[in-house]
T-cell receptor
Framework: RKEVEQDPGPFNVPEGATVAFNCTYS??????FFWYRQDCRKEPKLLMS???SGNEDGRFTAQLNRASQYISLLIRDSKLSDSATYLC??????????????FGKGTHLIIQP | NAGVTQTPKFRILKIGQSMTLQCTQD?????MYWYRQDPGMGLKLIYY???????DKGEVPNGYNVSRSTTEDFPLRLELAAPSQTSVYFC??????????????FGNGTRLTVT
C-alpha cells in the first residue's frame, strides 16, 4: 500500500457545487495532517491543517478518520479560483523532526463556469 | 516580508555541469528543506536541516549536496548534472517550535532542465 494516496482526478465541477475528495495514509501512527493547494507552475501553499475533531475555514472543511486512515477535504459553493491541485500531506514520523512529511501526488480540481 | 527566496527561477544545464540553487529565508526558521517535484509525482525530500551547521539526507539525496552555515541560507549543490535531475526544485522552511503542526513555507521554485 502506498504511503499517501490520492485520486489524481481531474475532478470537473460546476461553479457553485460542493466537491469532496479523500486521501488515505498507510501509517496508523501518523500524527499530523495537512491540505496544501498548488496552482499550476506555482509553489504549494498551506490550505489548512486537519485536526482530530475536524475543522472548518470558510467554505473548506477538513475531516480526519483515524479508524479508516483517511482525511477528507470538502469545498462548498466552489469558485473558479478554487481550480488547483490539492496536496495531502501526512507526517509519518512519530519522533522529532518534520522530515517525516509525506506528500500525496495531488488531486486536480477544475471548476467550470 | 520576503519569506523564502529561491534563485534562479529557471536554468538549463548540460550533462556533467555543476550548479548551486540558492535559498534564503527571513523568518528566522530553524528548519529548512529541499524538495524536488517531478510531473505527476508527489514532492520528494532531498535534504533537510534542523539548524545552522546541521544537515541530513532525505528520501532522494544522491547527486546532491547541501550546507547550512547560517540560519537564513540553505544552498543545494548539483555536482555532475544528469538528465534524471531534470525537475522542479522547491526550498521550504518551517518553525522549530511546533514542528508537527508547523506549515511549510515554500519558495517559488527553480525549474531545472539537464540536457
Amino acid at each position: 500500500r502506498k504511503e499517501v494516496e490520492q485520486d489524481p482526478g481531474p475532478f470537473n465541477v460546476p461553479e457553485g457545487a460542493t466537491v469532496a475528495f479523500n486521501c488515505t495514509y498507510s501509517n496508523s501512527a501518523s500524527q499530523s495532517f495537512f491540505w496544501y493547494r498548488q496552482d499550476c507552475r506555482k509553489e504549494p501553499k498551506l490550505l489548512m491543517s486537519v485536526y482530530s475533531s475536524g475543522n472548518e475555514d470558510g467554505r473548506f472543511t477538513a475531516q480526519l478518520n483515524r479508524a479508516s486512515q483517511y482525511i477528507s477535504l470538502l469545498i462548498r459553493d466552489s469558485k473558479l479560483s478554487d481550480s488547483a491541485t490539492y496536496l495531502c500531506v501526512v507526517n509519518m514520523k512519530s519522533g522529532g523532526g518534520a522530515d517525516g512529511l509525506t506528500f500525496g501526488k495531488g488531486t486536480h480540481l477544475i471548476i467550470q463556469p | 516580508n520576503a519569506g523564502v527566496t529561491q534563485t534562479p527561477k529557471f536554468r538549463i544545464l548540460k550533462i556533467g555541469q555543476s550548479m548551486t540553487l540558492q535559498c534564503t529565508q527571513d523568518m528566522n526558521h530553524n528548519y529548512m528543506y529541499w524538495y524536488r517535484q517531478d510531473p505527476g509525482m508527489g514532492l520528494k525530500l532531498i535534504y533537510y536541516s534542523v539548524g545552522a551547521g546541521i544537515t541530513d539526507k532525505g528520501e532522494v539525496p544522491n547527486g546532491y549536496n547541501v550546507s547550512r552555515s547560517t540560519t537564513e541560507d540553505f544552498p543545494l549543490r548539483l555536482e555532475l548534472a544528469a538528465p534524471s535531475q531534470t525537475s522542479v526544485y522547491f526550498c521550504a522552511s518551517s518553525s522549530a517550535h511546533s514542528r508537527f503542526n508547523s506549515p511549510l513555507h515554500f519558495g517559488n521554485g527553480t525549474r531545472l532542465t539537464v540536457t
